[in-house]
C-alpha cells in the first residue's frame, strides 16, 4: 500500500472561529450522512482549514481564490476519484459558509468549477477576446462585482416572487453565479458586451453546453434589460447579430454595407434588410471564393455559377435571395462598380407564383375537436378549447387571438372587437355561443388568479402572461395529434371557417366581413372546395372542340 509523507500542518489545533465553522457544517449535514461518512468530511474540512492557518488565515473571509488553488494543487497526488470526493466535500463546507454570509459566495464557486476543470481567467481567453476585453475596461468601474452580485440576487428573488419554478430559477442563478466569479476573479466589472464575450468563450462553454448554452444567453439579455429598466421580459425576442460581415475585405464590404444604409433609408422594415444581408453576404463569400478580387470582375458567366450553386429549400426562396442579388447588382453599376449594366439578367426564376391548394380540417378532425372541447377539465384543456374555438367558430388568426384582451370580449352584447395584427383593420365580431361558453369556463377554471395580465390567454405557469402565437399551433397539436398536413398549421380552423360558411351558401361578402377582409378576392381559392356549387358550373366539352364519340 503506497504511503504519502504527513502534511507539516496535520498537527495544528485549530483556532476556534475554524473549529466552529466545522462542526456548525457537520450540525447541518448530519441527517445526510453516516457516522462514518461524517468522519472522513470532517478530516478534509479540518485538513483544509489547518492548511489556511499554517498560511497565515485567522479568518474564514481571508481565504483567497490563490489560496484554494493552491491546496487544490497539493491534492495532485490523489487519485482521480479520491481528488474528486475531497473537492467534493469542501465544496459543500464552502457552500455553507457562504450560505451563511461567512465567506465571498466566489469561494465555493470557484472550488466548484475547480471540479469542473472550467476556471476562467482573462490570460486564458483567445488573444481577440483578451483584446475586446481591454477595449471595455473603462466601464468595468460602474458596475463592481459585489453590486452585481447583489443585482442578480434580486433578479432571481422576483422571479421566485413571480411564481417561476424553483429549478428554473436554479438554473438562471447557475449562470449569473458563475458569470460573477469570473468577474470577481478577475477584478472586472459587470458590462453587458464583457458578459457576451465571456460566454461566448471556450471557457463557459465548457459550463454550458448546447440548449443550455442558447438559455444562458437568454439569461443575460433579459438581465441585460433588467438593470437597464429594472423589469424583467421573458417574452421578449432576442436575435442574434449577424456574423461575417467584417470578415470581408473591404473592397467588397463597404459596398455591400453602403447599399444595406441606402435600404435601410428606404424606411424598410428590420426584418428585410437582414434578408437583403443574409444573401448579399451568400453572394460575396461565394465570389471570393471563385477568386475575384473587385466587383469589376463579375461577369454573366460567374453570376450564373452562383445561380446554379446556391441551394435553398423551395422554389420561392431561391426567387427572394435572387431577387435580393439583383438589385445589388443594379446598385453596382450605378455606383460605376461594375461595367456591364445586363449582368442581374444573369440570374433566372426558379418558378412562377403557384396557387396552392387550401387546407381544411375533415369532417372526422372536427368530430374529434368536438369530443375535445365538451370533455376538457384541466386548466391547459379550457384554454385549448376557448383557442381553437376563437379559430373554427370565428375565423380568427392566431395572431389576433393571443393579443385579444379581456377588455375586447362584450358579454352583453356577446361580441368580440379588435384591431387586427396584419392589417390594422378594426373587427367586431359576433360571439357564438360555443366560443361564449368556452372562454367563460377558461375564465373561471382554467385561467391562474395571479395574472394580473390584461390578455385574455396568458401561460398555464408563472409569470402568467401573455403567450406568442405559437401556442395556437401547440393548440392544434394537442387536440389533433394525427393530423400531419405539411404546410397547415393553427390557419387551417381559419380556412376552415370560411370554407364551410361557402359551403352552406353564405355569400362571399359576409364571410369576407367576419374575417376582416376588405374585399373577396381572397377567397376565390376556397371555392374550389365547395364541390356542390363548381358542379353547377361545368365547362362545355363543344366549347373547348372536344368531340364525344360514342358517349360515356
Known amino acids: 500500500m503506497a504511503t504519502f509523507k504527513r502534511k507539516t500542518y496535520s498537527s495544528l489545533d485549530l483556532i476556534p472561529e475554524f473549529e466552529m465553522a466545522v462542526s456548525d457544517f457537520l450540525t447541518n449535514c448530519a441527517s445526510h450522512h453516516t457516522p462514518i461518512h461524517l468522519q472522513n468530511i470532517r478530516r478534509r474540512c479540518v485538513l483544509f482549514l489547518k492548511c489556511m492557518q499554517s498560511w497565515g488565515k485567522n479568518k474564514l473571509n481571508d ?7 493552491k491546496y487544490d494543487d497539493e491534492l495532485g497526488h490523489l487519485k482521480k476519484m479520491s481528488r474528486i470526493i475531497e473537492e467534493s466535500s469542501l465544496h459543500q463546507f464552502l457552500k455553507y459558509l457562504a450560505d ?13 468549477l475547480i471540479e469542473l476543470n472550467c476556471i476562467t481567467r482573462v490570460e486564458d481567453l483567445a488573444y481577440e477576446e483578451q483584446q475586446q476585453i481591454n477595449n471595455l475596461e473603462s466601464s468595468f468601474s460602474e458596475f463592481p462585482p459585489n453590486e452585481f452580485y447583489e443585482a442578480s440576487l434580486e433578479f432571481v428573488n422576483i422571479l421566485l416572487k413571480k411564481g417561476y419554478n424553483k429549478d428554473y430559477v436554479k ?68 436575435r442574434k447579430d449577424i456574423s461575417g460581415i467584417d470578415e470581408l475585405p473591404a473592397w467588397c464590404r463597404i459596398p455591400l454595407l453602403n447599399f444595406v ?10 426584418k428585410t434588410v437582414k434578408n ?48 435580393r442579388v439583383k438589385r445589388f447588382l443594379k446598385y453596382l453599376y450605378r455606383e460605376g462598380l461594375v461595367e456591364l449594366p445586363g449582368l442581374h439578367y444573369a ?16 369532417e372526422n378532425e372536427i368530430d ?35 393579443s385579444l384582451k379581456l377588455s375586447d370580449i362584450d358579454w352583453k352584447k356577446q361580441s368580440i372587437k379588435f384591431n387586427q395584427n396584419k392589417t390594422g383593420s378594426e373587427v367586431w365580431l359576433s360571439m357564438p355561443t360555443s366560443v361564449g361558453n368556452a372562454i367563460y ?91 356542390d356549387k363548381m358542379s353547377e358550373c361545368p365547362l362545355s366539352l363543344r366549347s373547348l372542340n372536344i368531340s364525344v364519340n360514342g358517349g360515356f
Open 63 to 69: 481565504i483567497t481564490y490563490e489560496d484554494i488553488k
Open 100 to 112: 451563511n454570509g461567512q465567506i465571498n459566495v466566489g469561494r465555493y464557486l470557484y472550488m466548484y
Open 171 to 238: 438554473d438562471i442563478e447557475r449562470v449569473l453565479l458563475v458569470l460573477y466569479l469570473f468577474l470577481d476573479l478577475n477584478s472586472l466589472g459587470y458590462n453587458p458586451d464583457l458578459a457576451i464575450i465571456w460566454l461566448n468563450s471556450d471557457a463557459a462553454k465548457s459550463v454550458f453546453h448546447g440548449n443550455a448554452l442558447i438559455a444562458a444567453r437568454r439569461v443575460l439579455n433579459v438581465f441585460k434589460d433588467y438593470c437597464e429598466s429594472g423589469e424583467i421580459n421573458f417574452r421578449k425576442v432576442y
Open 261 to 270: 444604409d441606402q435600404r435601410t433609408k428606404e424606411k424598410l422594415d428590420e
Open 276 to 323: 437583403d444581408i443574409y444573401s448579399l453576404l451568400r453572394f460575396c463569400r461565394f465570389i471570393l471564393h471563385e477568386g475575384l478580387q473587385s466587383y469589376v470582375g463579375l461577369t454573366g458567366e460567374l453570376i450564373h455559377k452562383f445561380n446554379i450553386m446556391d441551394k435553398h429549400k423551395s422554389p420561392e426562396g431561391k426567387n427572394a435571395c435572387n431577387n
Open 347 to 362: 440570374l433566372g426564376t426558379a418558378a412562377v407564383s403557384v396557387e396552392t391548394i387550401v387546407h381544411t380540417l375533415c
Open 368 to 402: 374529434t375537436a368536438r369530443i375535445f372541447v365538451e370533455s376538457a377539465s384541466t386548466a391547459l384543456e379550457l384554454r385549448d378549447s376557448a383557442i381553437f374555438l376563437l379559430g373554427s367558430d370565428m375565423g380568427i388568426r392566431g395572431s389576433d387571438i393571443v
Open 441 to 531: 369556463r377558461y375564465l373561471k377554471y382554467g385561467r391562474s388568479r395571479l395574472s394580473t395580465s390584461d390578455y385574455l390567454f396568458v401561460s398555464i405557469h408563472a409569470p402568467f402572461e401573455q403567450m406568442t402565437r405559437s401556442i395556437c399551433y401547440s393548440t392544434l397539436k394537442r387536440i389533433l395529434p394525427d393530423r400531419d398536413v405539411s404546410g397547415s398549421g393553427f390557419h387551417v380552423t381559419r380556412k376552415s371557417f370560411s370554407s364551410n360558411r361557402l359551403n352552406n351558401g353564405v355569400c362571399p361578402g359576409r364571410i369576407a366581413d367576419a374575417i376582416g377582409h376588405l374585399g373577396t378576392a381572397s377567397l376565390t381559392s376556397y371555392l374550389s372546395l365547395d364541390k
